[in-house]
């Protein structure tokens, strides 16, 4: 059985600003984020998960969030969250 690959993007409630990565199981993910036990997220907690994209392939979830994080990349985040995010 294939394990999915999920492109995940986080807000910090505290700054703000967005973080995006990847993992292969979300919710632990995201409480690990929450408690401070990533090291490049502990500053800025707490976070809310705002999107997420599942992927079966791990070189393809790597390629998309590489893209994520470039100018365009955040463009279309905010594009697609336009509404979620003013609201």
């Known amino acids: 059985m294939a394990r999915y690959c999920y492109v995940y993007v986080l807000r ?7 973080y995006v990565d990847l993992t292969r199981d979300l919710r632990a993910r995201q409480r690990a984020d929450n408690k401070g036990l990533i ?19 791990g ?16 463009r279309y985040i905010k594009t ?6 003013t609201g």
Do not use: D, V
Not at 48 to 56: D, K, N, S, T, V
């Open 12 to 18: 910090s409630l505290a700054e703000r600003q967005f």
């Open 80 to 85: 697609r969250l336009r509404r979620y995010l």
């Open 59 to 74: 070189s393809a979830a790597a390629q998309h969030k590489k893209y994520l994080k470039t100018a365009w990349g955040k």
């Open 39 to 57: 090291a490049s997220t502990r500053r800025r907690i707490p976070f809310q998960l705002i999107y997420w994209e599942g992927y079966l392939n």
